[in-house]
């Protein structure tokens, strides 16, 4: 598995994306049918889909592939290859520069390698399960702190704000990607985030989290976020208090 040629790939989508995203107008736009929720897609969601599928089919024959556009190919069970084309696809259509491709191989240990690509901030994350998370090439950590003040920043979702109010004290964040939430608790810009998420969605930014210290679990506590949906990531000292305040309301 070469994985410099995968992040050139990433690399090259991204470029493609961000032409998308200067000239786009409304009627590149798509209404997504089906869910809880609207949602939108553009051509670049398919299109790059279909290319990184078509790379890996061909590089990686046995490989296994989740995408967020077309489902599931199944091949060998314990190597996945999940992907979501652009996460945040609201924000690419409305001129908001937190958005692009993420993805992740995911074995029987769970995330084993990952990247997440922001184009419009010239961001490229990376991380392989055991060898820490990189931003541009430059380790990255989790933030330090310990407790949640007004000093402290931390991510969650329009949806859980349109139902609740959250008492944690910290500056809320919605930045309207659920991998960008976990890309900047990689970085330390968040101290913590949640969030109600696909597979797609979350892949490769729980093995980023994770390889920069961060802690990343279900609401309970456990591992159980592919069964459950929810995402709490934060560093280690504030993970218990923040799973103590979404949990109280987020059910």
Same mark, same amino acid.
């Given at each position: 598995?070469?994985?410099?040629?995968?992040?050139?790939?990433?690399?090259?989508?991204?470029?493609?994306?961000?032409?998308?995203?200067?000239?786009?107008?409304?009627?590149?736009?798509?209404?997504?049918?089906?869910?809880?929720?609207?949602?939108?897609?553009?051509?670049?969601?398919?299109?790059?889909?279909?290319?990184?599928?078509?790379?890996?089919?061909?590089?990686?024959?046995?490989?296994?592939?989740?995408?967020?556009?077309?489902?599931?190919?199944?091949?060998?069970?314990?190597?996945?290859?999940?992907?979501?084309?652009?996460?945040?696809?609201?924000?690419?259509?409305?001129?908001?520069?937190?958005?692009?491709?993420?993805?992740?191989?995911?074995?029987?240990?769970?995330?084993?390698?990952?990247?997440?690509?922001?184009?419009?901030?010239?961001?490229?994350?990376?991380?392989?399960?055991?060898?820490?998370?990189? &931003?541009?090439?430059?380790?990255? *950590?989790?933030?330090?702190?310990?407790?949640?003040?007004? !000093?402290?920043? /931390? @991510? =969650?979702? #329009?949806?859980?704000?349109?139902?609740?109010? &959250?008492?944690?004290?910290?500056? *809320?964040?919605?930045?309207?990607?659920?991998?960008?939430? !976990?890309?900047? /608790? @990689? =970085?330390? #810009?968040?101290?913590?985030?949640?969030?109600?998420?696909?597979?797609?969605?979350?892949?490769?930014?729980?093995?980023?989290?994770?390889?920069?210290?961060?802690? /990343?679990?279900?609401?309970?506590?456990?591992?159980?976020?592919?069964?459950?949906?929810?995402?709490?990531?934060?560093?280690?000292?504030?993970?218990?208090?923040?799973?103590?305040?979404?949990?109280?309301?987020?059910?």
């Amino acid at each position: 598995m070469n994985l410099q040629q995968i992040e050139d790939l990433l690399r090259d989508i991204g470029r493609y994306q961000l032409e998308g995203y200067r000239k786009l107008e409304a009627g590149d736009v798509q209404v997504k049918e089906g869910g809880s929720y609207l949602s939108v897609v553009t051509e670049y969601d398919v299109e790059t889909e279909r290319r990184v599928f078509e790379h890996l089919s061909r590089e990686l024959p046995g490989d296994s592939f989740l995408g967020e556009e077309n489902g599931n190919v199944r091949r060998d069970p314990g190597r996945y290859w999940i992907l979501d084309p652009i996460d945040g696809t609201t924000n690419f259509t409305q001129g908001v520069a937190y958005w692009g491709p993420s993805l992740a191989l995911w074995d029987r240990q769970g995330p084993a390698v990952g990247w997440i690509h922001f184009p419009a901030l010239d961001q490229m994350f990376h991380a392989r399960r055991g060898e820490g998370a990189f &931003l541009n090439g430059k380790r990255i *950590h989790a933030s330090k702190v310990t407790e949640y003040s007004d !000093l402290v920043s /931390v @991510a =969650t979702t #329009s949806s859980l704000h349109k139902r609740h109010q &959250l008492t944690v004290p910290a500056k *809320h964040r919605i930045l309207g990607s659920l991998v960008v939430n !976990l890309a900047y /608790v @990689a =970085t330390g #810009s968040l101290a913590a985030s949640y969030c109600r998420a696909h597979l797609w969605d979350v892949a490769a930014g729980i093995l980023i989290a994770r390889e920069a210290g961060a802690l /990343v679990t279900d609401m309970g506590g456990g591992d159980g976020m592919l069964d459950s949906g929810d995402i709490v990531a934060a560093t280690p000292a504030l993970l218990a208090p923040m799973l103590d305040v979404i949990g109280s309301v987020a059910r």
